[in-house]
Nanobody, 121 residues
Framework: QVQLVESGGGLVQPGGSLRLSCAAS????????MGWYRQAPGKERDLVAT????????YADSSVKGRFTISRDNAKNTVYLQMNSLNPEDTAVYYC??????????????WGQGTLVTVSS
């Protein structure tokens, strides 16, 4: 129904930057809230940030405030996560999640496949 394809992960040195992208495609009426989560090795998946269709943002993880910026392009059904001043504690698999209203007027949530971000010298 809805596919989320993430890109932009990789290996970066401490202090560096990466920009993650997540594009939604498939059959849906519209995409609502979108968000980024991350799961570090041996830990649970945690919410990083969310953005509404109107552009309101919330950073659930206080450690990323001032360093990460979530944004979206509604015309492309794409959400971004600009990550600056990365440190080794940011190493994780990053997942995007999207709320989709389907043509059946039901709301469902979908996950991307995850993209690995490794911060290491």
């Amino acid at each position: 129904q809805v596919q989320l394809v993430e890109s932009g992960g990789g290996l970066v040195q401490p202090g560096g930057s990466l920009r993650l992208s997540c594009a939604a495609s498939g059959s849906f009426f519209r995409i609502g809230d979108m968000g980024w989560y991350r799961q570090a090795p041996g830990k649970e998946r945690d919410l990083v940030a969310t953005i509404t269709s109107g552009g309101s943002t919330n950073y659930a993880d206080s450690s990323v405030k001032g360093r990460f910026t979530i944004s979206r392009d509604n015309a492309k059904n794409t959400v971004y996560l600009q990550m600056n001043s990365l440190n080794p504690e940011d190493t994780a698999v990053y997942y995007c999640r999207a709320e989709a209203m389907l043509y059946t007027l039901t709301v469902k949530y979908f996950w991307g496949q995850g993209t690995l971000v490794t911060v290491s010298s």
